[in-house]
């Protein structure tokens, strides 16, 4: 299988108050073609600090249940680098839910770009800290 653009994104929830009601989201863009779930985890860090890992394939969880149809195939590919490195960086007393998806909606573009003799030059994710002031500033400029 030949991977498209790869991305992952952290969704954090402070007070650790992740209860899974996202993942209904998650599925629609699944079974829209817009992305393919690659990998997911969820990272608790305690008020304390530490850290764990948690597995959500726990359908007794009912934090979890609701991931059980978006486990499938799932590639696997964070390593244990990759999620020490993600919960490094999340803050005390929040959950981390990271997830690594295929830009699906990219496929036939990538195939396109190559078969014109195309490359990817770059490609830069705008951080969600200056979304946000764009954000404010078009609700500004609208009202």
């Known amino acids: 299988m030949t991977l498209g653009p790869l991305e992952y ?4 929830f402070e007070g650790n108050r992740f209860d899974g ?3 209904d989201e998650l599925q ?3 079974d829209e073609g817009v992305i393919r779930l690659v990998d997911a985890v969820v990272i608790i860090k305690s008020a ?5 890992i948690a ?4 359908k007794d969880d009912p934090r979890f249940a609701r991931f059980a149809p978006l486990l499938s195939g799932l590639a696997g590919l964070f390593t244990p680098e ?7 960086d999340l803050p005390i007393n929040t959950s981390g839910l990271a997830v690594l998806f295929e830009h699906r909606w990219a496929e036939r ?4 770009i190559a078969a014109s003799g195309g ?4 490609r830069t994710t705008v951080p969600p800290e200056i979304l946000e002031a764009l954000n404010a500033e078009l609700d500004a400029a609208a009202a």
Do not use: H, M, P, Y
């Open 9 to 12: 994104t952290v969704i954090g």
């Open 21 to 23: 009601s996202i993942a």
């Open 28 to 30: 629609r863009v699944i």
């Open 48 to 52: 304390d600090g530490e850290t764990l």
């Open 55 to 58: 597995e959500l394939d726990n």
């Open 82 to 88: 990759d999620i020490q490195s993600i919960a490094d």
């Open 109 to 112: 573009l990538k195939d396109a």
């Open 119 to 122: 490359f990817l030059v770059s």
